[in-house]
Nanobody, 124 residues
Framework: QVQLVESGGGLVQTGGSLRLSCAASGSTVRFFAMGWFRQAPGKEREFVAA????????SYADSVKGRFTISRENAKKSVFLQMNSLKPEDTAVYYC?????????????????WGQGTQVTVSS
């Protein structure tokens, strides 16, 4: 069973930056990809960014392109989300997710492991 633990959320002003981290632990940690999703109050969970584990290919939602950067550190089984130029509409609970088998990285149901989430609040 893989466990994912997020950290790095918090309160920041508009235009500020935060760096989220997600550490994976457990047996047979061998992923096809890891990603970040977010869910704002009253809204559905949405894709933010993802990175493939072997080749580091990245993908982003249009709403965060140019502002967010996803990266990974294979040896530490960790993935990171650097968030710059934050906006109030980025306010949400951010979830780390992992998929073991190849699948559509934008689709949340492709992911088989999830963290508990970390709150990001951007004040105007």
């Amino acid at each position: 069973q893989v466990q994912l633990v997020e950290s790095g959320g918090g309160l920041v002003q508009t235009g500020g930056s935060l760096r989220l981290s997600c550490a994976a632990s457990g047996s047979t940690v061998r992923f096809f990809a890891m990603g970040w999703f977010r869910q704002a109050p009253g809204k559905e969970r949405e894709f933010v960014a993802a990175i493939t584990w072997n080749f580091g290919i990245t993908s982003y939602a249009d709403s965060v392109k140019g502002r967010f950067t996803i990266s990974r550190e294979n040896a530490k089984k960790s993935v990171f989300l650097q968030m710059n130029s934050l906006k109030p509409e980025d306010t949400a609970v951010y979830y780390c997710a992992a998929m073991h088998n190849a699948g559509t990285i934008f689709y949340m149901h492709t992911y088989d492991s999830w963290g508990q989430g970390t709150q990001v609040t951007v004040s105007s």
